[in-house]
């Protein structure tokens, strides 16, 4: 079945330190995935996207994700976090019915 | 600015009662979408909309049905509301660009309903 999956489901990280979240996607044919973050009491929204070309995407606030296509892999990543990196982060799909991953908490200690 | 809104921010019912759930976009959007949310489960679609009176199914479309009479909106109903319907009810839509309707999603700021 074609899914999205996000492995860690808390990360908790002090200020300064690097963030990888991972997600993996399960589908072939046309890719295009997406990062959503939901900062607290907020709507969700988009920080980064990929549809095609370079692998390497740069999203709002920092943030990059790469593709890699032999992992069936687009990780989120920032060198250094903040406090108020503090958030629900969510990948998604396009296929089917627009797949979300399960989301990841992060919590990042002042 | 792009904008979808939502009736409530907070709805609470009881079991058995009729809950419907409004959202309103501005942007001319042809796709909307009804998803809920719940801890440890993300998000899980439960119809979407393709155009004016059209819909489909998502993954958990169990006791819920939808209605799309304008394009600018895109109604959620719980027909005989359950405790297990208690979530956070999140509305999106969606541009459709050439054939390609899987593009940025924009949200609404979400319901939260508990059924008593």
């Known amino acids: 079945a074609q899914s999205v999956s996000q492995h860690n489901h808390h990360v908790i990280l002090s200020e300064a330190a690097s963030l990888e979240l991972g997600c993996n996607y399960s589908?072939?044919?046309?890719?295009?995935l997406f990062w959503y973050v939901q900062y607290p009491g907020q709507h969700l929204q988009l920080l980064l996207k990929?549809?095609?070309?370079?692998?390497l995407v740069k999203g709002i606030k920092g943030f990059e994700a790469e593709f890699i296509k032999s992992k069936f892999s687009f990780n989120l990543r920032k060198p250094s976090v903040q406090w108020s990196d503090t958030a629900e982060y969510f990948c998604?799909?396009?296929?089917?019915?627009?797949?979300f991953g399960k989301g990841t908490k992060l919590s990042v200690k002042p | 600015d792009v904008k979808v809104t939502q009736s409530s921010r907070y709805l609470v019912k009881r079991t058995g009662e009729k809950v419907f759930l409004e959202c309103v976009q501005d942007?001319?959007?042809?796709?909307m979408f009804w998803y809920r949310q719940d801890p440890g489960l993300g998000l899980r679609l439960i119809y979407f909309?393709?155009?004016?009176?059209?819909?489909e199914k998502g993954d958990i479309p169990e006791g819920y049905s939808v209605s799309r009479e304008k394009k600018e909106r895109f109604s959620l109903i719980l027909e005989s509301a359950s405790t297990n319907q208690t979530s956070m009810y999140l509305c999106?839509?969606?541009?459709?660009?050439?054939?390609?309707?899987?593009?940025?999603?924009?949200f609404g700021p979400g319901t939260r309903l508990t059924v008593l």
């Open positions: 999106a839509s969606t541009p459709l660009v050439g054939t390609e309707p899987y593009n940025e999603q924009f």
């Open positions: 589908y072939g044919g046309t890719v295009n």
């Open positions: 990929y549809f095609s070309g370079d692998p």
């Open positions: 998604r799909g396009s296929q089917g019915n627009l797949i």
């Open positions: 942007m001319d959007h042809e796709n």
């Open positions: 909309s393709y155009d004016v009176k059209m819909k």
